[in-house]
Antibody
Framework: EVRLVESGGGLVQPGGSLRLSCGVS????????IHWVRQAPGKGLEWISV???????SYADSVKGRFTISGDASKNTVNLQMNSLTTDDTAVYYC????????????????WGQGTMVTVSS | DIQMTQSPSSLSASVGDRVTITCRAS??????LNWYQHKPGTAPKLLIY???LLHYWVPSRFSGSGSGTDFTLTINSLQSEDFATYYC?????????FGQGTKLEIK
C-alpha cells in the first residue's frame, strides 16, 4: 500500500527548532519528488518545499534559510528540519507525493499524509 | 513567484446545483494547474490535474478547463459529499503556489 505518515510535530517555543519526518511505504523516496505543504489555523494551503530525486530542493520564500528538506534513503523518509520558528509557522504540516512519475502531471500531489500539528508558542 | 487568485472565496449552493469556481494565474502556467478538495480534519485530495484530467476517484460531474492564465472548476449536480473547500495550485514553477481556496457550503 502506498502511504505517507508524518511525525515529529508538537509544541515548541519561538526561536526553537523541530524536525518533521515523512515516512513512506509503497515506493522509494529517492526516486520520487516529495513536497511539504502546510495549513495554518483558519487559513488556506501553503506550499513550502520539495525535494527532487537526486537531492535538489526548492523552498517558499517564507521558509527559505530556516527550513531544510532532505531525503533519507536508509529509512525511506523525507525530513523537514525547521529552525528559528515563529508563531507564523504554527500549522498542520502535510507531506505529499508528486504524481508526475505516475501519470498525474508534474507537481500534482496525488498521495498525502494525514498531517502533523506544529504549534509555536511561549 | 506566480500568484494564484481564486473566486469566489465562498459559495452557498444546494444539492443538485451546478457551481463554477475560477482560478487566475499572474502569468501563463500553460496547463500546469491542479485542483484539490479538502474537508476539515482530513488530508487534501487531488481532484484534477493538468487543468482538465480527472484523478482516478473523481466522478464525472466534476470537470476542469482552461489554459494559460484562466481556469475553471465546474461541479454539475452537486452531491452532499461535495461540500468542502477547493484549492487550485500551479505546478509550472516553484514555489508551487495555491489559490486562497473556495469554501463550498450548503445553502
Amino acid at each position: 500500500e502506498v502511504r505517507l505518515v508524518e511525525s515529529g510535530g508538537g509544541l515548541v517555543q519561538p526561536g526553537g527548532s523541530l524536525r518533521l519526518s515523512c515516512g513512506v511505504s509503497g515506493f522509494t523516496v529517492t526516486v520520487n519528488y516529495i513536497h511539504w505543504v502546510r495549513q495554518a489555523p483558519g487559513k488556506g494551503l501553503e506550499w513550502i518545499s520539495v525535494v527532487y530525486s537526486g537531492g535538489s530542493t526548492s523552498y517558499a520564500d517564507s521558509v527559505k534559510g530556516r527550513f531544510t528538506i532532505s531525503g533519507d534513503a536508509s529509512k525511506n523518509t523525507v525530513n523537514l528540519q525547521m529552525n528559528s520558528l515563529t508563531t507564523d509557522d504554527t500549522a498542520v504540516y502535510y507531506c505529499a507525493r508528486d504524481g508526475g512519475l505516475y501519470g498525474s502531471g508534474k507537481g500534482a500531489l496525488d498521495i498525502w499524509g494525514q498531517g502533523t500539528m506544529v504549534t509555536v508558542s511561549s | 513567484d506566480i500568484q494564484m487568485t481564486q473566486s469566489p472565496s465562498s459559495l452557498s449552493a444546494s444539492v443538485g446545483d451546478r457551481v463554477t469556481i475560477t482560478c487566475r494565474a499572474s502569468q501563463t502556467i500553460y496547463k500546469y494547474l491542479n485542483w484539490y478538495q479538502h474537508k476539515p480534519g482530513t488530508a487534501p485530495k487531488l481532484l484534477i490535474y493538468s487543468a482538465s484530467l480527472l484523478h482516478y476517484w473523481v466522478p464525472s460531474r466534476f470537470s476542469g478547463s482552461g489554459s494559460g492564465t484562466d481556469f475553471t472548476l465546474t461541479i454539475n449536480s452537486l452531491q452532499s459529499e461535495d461540500f468542502a473547500t477547493y484549492y487550485c495550485q500551479q505546478s509550472y514553477s516553484t514555489p508551487n503556489t495555491f489559490g486562497q481556496g473556495t469554501k463550498l457550503e450548503i445553502k
